[in-house]
């Protein structure tokens, strides 16, 4: 079966790649809406038939007392809310925020994921000796001279990374090569990561990078194919071809089989190695849109 299905449910292998991939982000570029409206679209999406697509509501930690306002009549029992908080500069007060924050909304909402950047070894070593239990924590780390000091201490902390895929602008959007470059590093070292920005799209497309009538137009990067690519360099496929699968362009050489996943039907990925992949490998990935990505997959009769 190729990306193209006339099947009615999705594919064993499209849920083992796809559930909980998205985690919302609709408070941040290009969709910038507001709480209120970011809150009543989370809300609605964890009602639908394709919430097992949806992981985390992301959110700046300086607008959770915003968020639970806005949030107050959307939380239902015994199915609390897991927000992604961007930590602010004082990392102290992040871990003192997030703390209070669980427990005055235990059973209605858990910040159990946190998202900081870091370009120093110090600056890893400090949050995760400040880290709680029961936080995960994602570090947004550069790819300059000490990106793989970076990623070996993120390792020997057995920590998570996170890169930047895309923006509103053409030079946002990292080459091909250079993610490929954090990737084989991080599954070299065992370190799992999430990506952010950019990801509205399955497949490599040449789109408007925002939503204004003037946008400007780019190649952005397609989420099946980072997902792929990263399976395939936890199998130490050689850089080329990842550089290839990277830049696929046609949907019809991905094919969803209920075995796994074949790309050009040359090389193929069990289900094992795709849900190694999303435990070992790429976690999710932060997306303005949750109703972009469910389309396109809807287009590509894979939902």
């Given at each position: 079966m190729t ?10 292998s499209v ?10 982000a609709?408070l941040?570029?290009?969709s910038m809406?507001s709480m209120?409206d ?8 964890r009602?639908s038939e394709?919430?097992w697509?949806?992981g ?6 300086v607008?959770?007392t915003?968020?639970?306002e806005?949030a ?7 199915d609390?809310?897991r927000?992604?908080v961007?930590?602010g500069?004082?990392?102290?007060a ?12 235990a059973?209605?909402?858990v910040?159990?994921?946190l998202?900081?950047?870091?370009n120093t070894?110090?600056k890893?070593e400090?949050t995760?000796?400040?880290l709680?239990?029961g936080?995960t924590?994602y570090f947004?780390i550069a790819?300059g001279d ?5 990623v ?6 057995r920590?998570r990374a996170?890169?930047?895929t895309g923006g509103?602008?053409?030079?946002d ?5 250079e993610i490929i470059?954090?990737?084989r590093?991080?599954m ?12 509205h799209?399955p ?9 204004a009538?003037?946008?400007?137009r ?6 099946l194919n980072?997902l792929?690519m990263t399976a395939f360099a936890?199998?130490s496929?050689?850089?080329?071809l990842l ?6 362009e046609?949907d019809?050489a ?7 996943v074949?790309w050009r ?15 070992k490998g790429m ?5 303005c849109?949750?109703?972009?990505p469910?389309e396109?997959?809807?287009g590509l009769?894979l939902l």
């Amino acid at each position: 079966m190729t990306a193209h299905s006339d099947a009615s449910a999705p594919k064993q292998s499209v849920r083992t790649l796809l559930s909980g991939i998205v985690d919302y982000a609709g408070l941040f570029p290009p969709s910038m809406v507001s709480m209120a409206d970011a809150v009543a679209n989370f809300a609605d999406y964890r009602k639908s038939e394709h919430r097992w697509l949806l992981g985390r509501f992301v959110v700046p930690v300086v607008r959770l007392t915003e968020f639970v306002e806005a949030a107050d009549g959307h939380f239902s029992d015994g199915d609390p809310w897991r927000l992604s908080v961007l930590a602010g500069e004082d990392i102290t007060a992040t871990m003192r925020d997030i703390k209070l924050f669980n427990t005055k909304n235990a059973g209605r909402a858990v910040c159990d994921s946190l998202e900081v950047k870091a370009n120093t070894i110090s600056k890893i070593e400090n949050t995760v000796a400040a880290l709680p239990d029961g936080l995960t924590a994602y570090f947004e780390i550069a790819m300059g001279d000490n990106f793989v000091d970076l990623v070996t201490a993120l390792s020997t902390k057995r920590q998570r990374a996170k890169v930047r895929t895309g923006g509103t602008a053409r030079e946002d959007f990292p080459p091909s090569r250079e993610i490929i470059r954090f990737v084989r590093t991080c599954m070299a070292a065992n370190v799992p990561f999430k990506a952010t920005a950019g990801l509205h799209h399955p497949i490599r497309c040449f789109r408007p990078l925002t939503y204004a009538s003037d946008a400007p137009r780019g190649t952005m990067h397609g989420f099946l194919n980072v997902l792929l690519m990263t399976a395939f360099a936890r199998e130490s496929y050689r850089v080329a071809l990842l550089e290839e699968l990277m830049e696929e362009e046609f949907d019809e050489a991905f094919a969803f089989r209920d075995n796994g996943v074949a790309w050009r039907n040359e090389h193929f990925l069990t289900d094992g190695h795709v849900q190694r992949l999303r435990e070992k490998g790429m976690i999710s990935f932060g997306s303005c849109s949750f109703t972009e990505p469910v389309e396109d997959l809807q287009g590509l009769g894979l939902l």
